[in-house]
């Protein structure tokens, strides 16, 4: 997980190349219905970027919660682990997922010193979750 992150970072540094980014933030859009542990993800990337040019940079990750949608009457709902994940209007059970299996970097908040922008960027790779 944490070296695809590292590749996608590492593609979108190559669009400003020659010039290096200073990488302060990268915003991470995860999922609630994907198996990525974001307490988790936050340590194990601080590990992986020690000295490398992400050295420093800090992952902010973003919960997007689990959104259905009910095939029968196309109304969303949250679904609820302990109900199945069934819809509460029908006990359909849940076929369309909305939301929460992201798992893409939102944005990078960078600079070229001395001043950093938060510009997002331009290939957004959404990356299948395990
Ligand atoms: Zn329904």
Redesign the pocket.
């Known amino acids: 997980m944490t070296r695809c992150l590292l590749l996608s970072m590492h593609e979108w540094k190559q669009q400003h190349a020659p010039r290096e980014p200073h990488v302060d933030r990268v915003h991470l859009e995860v999922g609630t219905f994907t198996c990525v542990e974001p307490d988790q993800l936050v340590v194990t990337w601080s590990d992986a970027v020690k000295g490398t040019w992400l050295d420093g940079s800090e992952l902010v990750i973003e919960s997007v919660p689990l959104v259905g949608r009910?095939?029968?009457?196309?109304?969303t709902?949250s679904p609820d682990a302990a109900d199945g994940f069934r819809?509460?209007?029908?006990q359909?059970p849940m076929e369309e997922i909305v939301s929460g299996r992201e798992l893409r970097i939102r944005s990078v908040a960078y600079g070229f010193e001395p001043s950093p922008a938060h510009v997002p960027p331009t290939t957004p790779r959404p990356t299948a979750a395990r």
Do not use: N
């Open positions: 009910c095939v029968r009457c196309q109304a709902y819809s509460p209007c029908c359909h």
